[in-house]
């Protein structure tokens, strides 16, 4: 069983995803945040799976309350649902940790799917997207680093030429797909410097990597 916060600030929204989740037979509704400081109580109060997090909400908002949940250690995974066309917050959200986002107008089994997707350690977004919403909000970004990204940062330089490789064609937006066939390596191995280069950066899901390789210049943005 799967078990869900929703946090946000319309009882309305709120309502329509716990009518939406609670049809099904392997979620479960633990509770309802209105605002961050009331979803950052509940995660640390239920310690639910996912939490279905808007970024605009009063007081606390949802970029303060992911990040907070993230460095607190918990298990908890966010996923942001957002009005990504008017919202330029998105990106600071997964920087924040959140494990990726969908639109407030995403179609119902996306959403589930989605849910389901992050409880089990995937990132919601799927890579191309992931580089145009990085791509869109560009001016986000640190400001460029004097030195080569690969001997500044000690979480680049753990990795192998092979996997920096790999790492860089993922902030490109290539799918494990695309790069056994581009790389001419089995998906299962492309699966498995996948696992290793979270494990070395330190990365919660594919979303991160992405957004590592943005920051330390892996990927120059266009």
Excluded: C
């Excluded at 716990?18 to 945040?33: C, F, H, I, K």
């Excluded at 791509?135 to 979480?155: C, Q």
């Excluded at 330089?157 to 001419?184: D, F």
């Excluded at 696992?195 to 990597?209: C, E, M, N, P, W």
């Amino acid at each position: 069983m799967t078990t869900v916060l929703i946090a946000d600030d319309q009882a309305m929204q709120r309502f329509g995803f716990r009518m939406l989740l609670e049809s099904q037979d392997d979620m479960t509704v633990v509770g309802e945040a209105a605002n961050g400081t009331e979803a950052v109580g509940l995660v640390a109060r239920h310690h639910p799976d996912v939490v279905l997090m808007d970024i605009r909400m009063p007081g606390l908002d949802g970029i303060e309350a992911t990040r907070r949940i993230v460095t607190s250690g918990a298990r908890t995974r966010i996923l942001i649902v957002t009005t990504f066309d008017l919202d330029e917050y998105a990106y600071d959200g997964l920087r924040a940790g959140a494990s990726g986002f969908l639109v407030k107008d995403a179609l119902p089994e996306e959403l589930l799917s989605g849910i389901r997707a992050v409880a089990s350690g995937d990132a919601v977004v799927a890579p191309s997207l992931t580089r145009r919403l990085l791509d869109a909000y560009v001016h986000h970004l640190p400001a460029a680093p004097g030195e080569d990204p690969l001997d500044g940062d000690p979480r680049i330089a753990s990795l192998t030429e092979r996997e920096r490789e790999i790492l860089t064609v993922i902030g490109q937006g290539w799918t494990n797909s695309e790069i056994a066939q581009r790389l001419h390596l089995a998906e299962s191995t492309v699966k498995t410097h996948v696992t290793r280069i979270l494990a070395k950066t330190g990365s919660r899901d594919r979303v991160q990597a992405v957004i590592l390789a943005y920051d330390t210049r892996m990927v120059n943005p266009r």
